[in-house]
């Protein structure tokens, strides 16, 4: 059988029967980045599929101009959690700021593949938000494992003077949990701070009741 050509691929994104040969023609299609597939995978957003619909934002994150970031808005308010779960990816891939209420949002949602994308996606917006977003999930989300995996590992990319006074604070207050002590204490040794509360924080967890969190505290001032 021969190759399909790139017009074949067009033809198959807008008008093939099947749904998987209309995805694999949004992948196949996304895979070249020639413009002149953009106006066909724009339209393919709103295919009926949610399997093409997905195949479709894995295919937007590659791109640049500018009228796909509302493809990908509108992907990550889309009924379907891959839909939203490859929107957020998308947008991770963009780094497009503007995206960011749209990935706050999704902060709540129900599928947690979703949230660990849109946290992921978060760590690379420059909006002044997103360390006190995720520090406040993180608190919320003190029994989740691999949330607070991702979580950690989003703060530790976004650092910023925001993310640092949230950090103090919450490590400050008494009634923050020792599981986030402790991964807010591996943050701020990522974040390395040459302020001196930034070290005051850290020196009167040294003598917190739990004894992970003494631990930790301990470690943590050895890399500061």
Request: net charge negative.
């Given at each position: 059988m021969?190759?399909?050509?790139?017009?074949?691929?067009?033809?198959?994104l807008r008008d093939h029967p099947d749904e998987g040969v209309r995805a694999n023609a949004a992948w196949r299609l996304g895979r070249t980045r020639d413009h002149r597939c953009l106006a066909a995978l724009?339209?393919?957003?709103?295919?009926?599929?949610?399997?093409?619909r997905a195949r479709v934002?894995?295919?937007?994150?590659?791109?640049?101009?500018?009228?796909?970031?509302?493809a990908i808005a509108q992907g990550l308010h889309d009924a379907d959690p891959d839909v939203r779960a490859m929107a957020a990816r998308a947008a991770a891939l963009m780094a497009a700021t503007e995206?960011?209420?749209h990935l706050f949002d999704l902060l709540a949602d129900p599928s947690e593949r979703v949230?660990?994308?849109?946290i992921q996606a978060l760590a690379y917006s420059d909006h002044p938000e997103v360390g006190p977003r995720l520090i406040a999930l993180l608190r919320a989300q003190a029994?989740?494992?691999?949330?607070?995996?991702?979580?950690?590992?989003a703060l530790k990319?976004?650092?910023?003077?925001?993310t640092l006074e949230v950090v103090l604070v919450t490590?400050?207050?008494?009634?923050?949990?020792?599981?986030?002590?402790?991964?807010l204490l591996e943050v701020l040794a990522h974040m390395r701070p040459s302020d001196a509360a930034a070290h005051a924080a850290v020196d009167a967890l040294t003598a917190h009741p739990d004894e992970a969190v003494r631990q930790m505290a301990e470690w943590a001032r050895t890399q500061l």
């Open positions: 021969s190759e399909l050509t790139f017009e074949d691929y067009l033809r198959n724009l339209a393919a957003a709103s295919d009926p599929s949610p399997a093409v934002m894995e295919a937007l994150g590659s791109r640049r101009e500018p009228e796909v970031t509302p995206l960011t209420p949230v660990e994308e849109a029994d989740n494992d691999t949330l607070c995996y991702f979580l950690r590992q990319h976004r650092g910023g003077a925001a490590l400050s207050d008494a009634a923050t949990p020792p599981a986030v002590c402790c991964d």
